[in-house]
């Protein structure tokens, strides 16, 4: 089964970055990361897409190292916007099937 | 504008009833699915579909039913067999094998067997 581990909730001020990290120690060589955000009572959000080094978008940047066995979403600035639930996930493209864990909580303090 | 609808928003039924939950896309994805929420949990696949008039079963199939006559409509059906069927049940749909391999989620239908 494809899993990935990550803290079940983490806290922050607005206006700091967040980094949440995702272990997936077995990862297999066409696996990429991918992450989505849900908000209460919606369905998830494709956020951003990785398979080694750093990849940035308009929203957050995705860093996973050499060895693949983990990965950090990074959020610049956050604010109370951005509280929700995060979810690491990791993709084939010749499996369309995702698996959700419980995801990251992360609240947004004022 | 495209996206997927789910209807209804809300959705009560008694034990021992079928119900069947609405899910549209106008994407011209080929790819949908059916995924079931719980409190605090995180998402587990129903079932799913990859092209029109075919569709398999994912992890947490038995008590459901769907069918995929036209590539637009994805229907789920909750039937009476399913124990414990009060949950939230969000629909997606994506292209196969696309770059990003992104699922759109619809907006959900929460149901509760009363």
């Known amino acids: 089964l494809a899993k990935t581990t990550q803290p079940i909730s983490m806290d922050s001020y607005e206006g700091q970055e967040v980094n949440i990290t995702c272990s997936h120690n077995n990862i297999a060589t066409n696996d990429y990361i991918t992450w989505y955000q849900q908000f209460p009572s919606q369905g998830p959000r494709f956020i951003i897409q990785?398979?080694?080094t750093k990849v940035t978008n308009e929203v957050a940047s995705l860093f996973i190292p050499a060895d693949r066995k983990s990965s950090t979403l990074s959020l610049p600035r956050v604010s109370l916007s951005d509280t929700a639930v995060y979810y690491c996930l990791r993709t084939n493209f010749g499996n369309e099937k995702l698996t959700f864990g419980t995801g990251t909580r992360l609240t947004i303090i004022p | 504008d495209g996206g997927i609808t789910q209807s209804p928003k809300y959705l009560f039924r008694k034990e021992g009833q079928n119900v069947t939950l609405s899910c549209e896309q106008n994407l011209n994805h080929d790819a949908m699915y059916w995924y079931r929420q719980d409190p605090g949990q995180g998402l587990r696949l129903i079932y799913y579909?990859?092209?029109?008039?075919?569709?398999q079963k994912g992890d947490i199939a038995e008590g459901y039913s769907v069918s995929r006559e036209k590539k637009e409509s994805f229907p789920l059906t909750v039937t009476s067999a399913q124990k414990n069927p009060t949950a939230f049940y969000l629909c997606a749909s994506s292209i196969p094998r696309e770059l990003h391999n992104e699922q759109f989620f619809g907006p959900g239908t929460r149901l509760t067997v009363l």
């Open positions: 579909s990859q092209i029109v008039n075919d569709f």
């Open positions: 990785g398979y080694k």
